[in-house]
């Protein structure tokens, strides 16, 4: 293991606003803000949108309120202040398109160094370039033709207002190695690196100048990322070479996979940004610590699944990620949500859940008013309810219909093996009798449990069955007692009279 940990730890998230956090994202920002920690040190976040092509507005916004969400707190740069963008921080500004002129310094050393050098190629000539190098099956690099230019046709055209970019100038039959936290030693020749633009003709730098730059000034100590990204570390370790600059320490986060294991994780799959499992009703817990696991585990023959942020946030250790790509398995995804549902508190779950229950509510044309006593107390008597069972916030409602709508009953449903029609209505005026004489107030979930229990006595399914298919017109449901908990007296004695009509017309 190498040792890593030299000066003070200042790690960044360094999202680009181009849309949605995607889940992978989320994994990086998780070990960087653990990794931060556990050290003392500080947690950077750097907006990275010199691709203003791609950039979509209120990306930022959005990125700042998922981090909320999911409790993750940096030290420095923006920050929502009451709906407006903030930077703080010492080294700012942490927004890449308001540091240009930084850029252009540098850019312009490297150039008086004879490290970069001024491009006019233009997207024809290079289009042509690559075709050939296709044909004769070459890697598509750039032929190096403005390199030969002489500085005085470069004023020449600069001057005349011709479209330029620069160049980063990799030299030849080197070895650059990268010491990788996680994937240990990896070594690149250059010859296979391409004299990467540096300074596109809009004047805006690429990503792989403008990350060397950013990371050296904010004094980033060590620099987590998707494997995805380890094909650019040999650029950025050359652009350091040629500042003279120390680099800092890389570690690669493996890949996330589908949950067949086979491919990256995509669109494909399902959901892969944060905000769709918010839209879910995923927990901010649940997801913590299911992304915490994407790549990394405690190890030591640990079992346990559930950590609460806190405990990750002590036992995590980069030096324990996974090489090897971690898959995204929605159907442990669900399980650790629905163990978080099930140990919230109900009340604080009731306002989480309030805009999936209005959702559904509208769904199925029920006029719910959530400042009434009565439908609140409905509403929490279903949540109470499915709350043991519910995977994601947005089932809510979607496996009970039958507490929020009409029921259709088939007679066959009602009998208990090959109970007879009497024995059928008897067991139904059994159930009717004894909940008649309960009074509102002891219309409780306990009190309906023991007193339903009590009456059923030895032969359960006699008397419950036919009360469940009764009271839910359904073979699979909660217990009898908690639907008739959740449908009030009235309506459980409607529909077991109901019930008792379709056996024995009267
Ligand atoms: N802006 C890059 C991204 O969108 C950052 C990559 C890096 O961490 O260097 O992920």
Redesign the pocket.
């Known amino acids: 293991m190498i040792d890593h940990i030299k000066k003070e730890v200042r790690v960044r998230m360094?999202?680009?606003p181009t849309g949605f956090m995607h889940i992978g994202?989320l994994r990086?920002v998780l070990y960087d803000y653990f990794f931060a920690r556990q050290n003392g040190g500080k947690l950077v976040l750097r907006v990275?949108d010199t691709d203003q092509s791609r950039e979509v507005g209120g990306a930022v916004e959005n990125l700042l309120r998922v981090l909320d969400w999911s409790g993750i707190v940096h030290d420095e740069g923006p920050f929502l202040v009451s709906d407006r963008i903030e930077e703080r921080g010492d080294y700012g500004p942490y927004t890449q398109s308001k540091r240009l002129s930084i850029y252009q310094k540098y850019v312009g050393q490297l150039i008086d160094a004879g490290h970069a050098y001024y491009c006019f190629c233009t997207v024809e000539r290079l289009d042509t370039m690559r075709q050939k190098q296709q044909k004769m099956k070459q890697p598509p690099m750039y032929d190096r033709t403005c390199l030969q230019l002489e500085l005085a046709e470069i004023l020449e055209r600069i001057d005349a207002g011709e479209k330029y970019v620069v160049r980063m100038k990799v030299p030849r039959g080197k070895e650059i190695i990268v010491e990788d936290v996680v994937r240990g030693r990896v070594s690149f020749s250059t010859n296979t690196v391409d004299d990467q633009v540096i300074l596109k003709s809009d004047g805006f730098p690429t990503?792989h100048l403008a990350?060397v730059v950013d990371d050296h000034l904010m004094k980033i100590s060590h620099?987590l990322?998707?494997e995805e990204?380890l094909p650019s570390t040999p650029k950025h370790i050359i652009l350091y070479e040629m500042f003279g600059w120390e680099n800092p320490v890389f570690a690669h986060l493996p890949l996330l996979l589908s949950s067949d294991g086979k491919k990256k994780l995509s669109k494909r799959d399902g959901d892969v940004s944060v905000e769709d499992f918010m839209a879910e009703g995923y927990l901010p817990e649940a997801i913590v610590n299911f992304v915490a696991f994407l790549g990394w585990n405690p190890g030591g023959g640990q079992t346990q699944e559930i950590y609460s942020m806190p405990a990750l946030q002590e036992i995590f250790s980069l030096e324990k990620v996974h090489k090897s790509g971690a898959v995204f398995d929605r159907v442990k995804l669900g399980k650790i949500n629905a163990h978080y549902i099930k140990n919230y508190d109900t009340e604080a779950l009731f306002e989480l859940a309030m805009p999936f229950m209005k959702k559904f509510c509208d769904r199925v044309n029920m006029q719910m008013d959530f400042e009434r006593i009565q439908d609140r107390d409905f509403l929490m008597r279903v949540l109470t309810v499915e709350q043991e069972r519910l995977m994601k916030l947005a089932d809510f409602g979607v496996e009970n219909p039958f507490f929020f709508e009409d029921i259709v009953l088939e007679k066959e449903l009602l009998v208990w093996k090959d109970a007879t029609d009497i024995q059928t209505t008897q067991m139904l005026t059994k159930a009717e009798e004894v909940l008649g004489k309960i009074d509102e107030d002891h219309w409780t979930r306990v009190y309906l449990q023991e007193i339903l229990m009590e009456t059923a006595g030895e032969d359960r399914g006699s008397f419950l069955w036919p009360l469940r298919a009764a009271l839910t017109g359904e073979k699979r449901s909660p217990s009898p007692m908690d639907c008739a908990w959740v449908l009030g007296k009235d309506t459980s004695l409607a529909r077991i009279g109901n019930a008792k009509l379709l056996i024995i017309p009267s």
């Open positions: 360094a999202p680009s994202t990086t990275e990503y990350v620099i990322r998707g990204w």
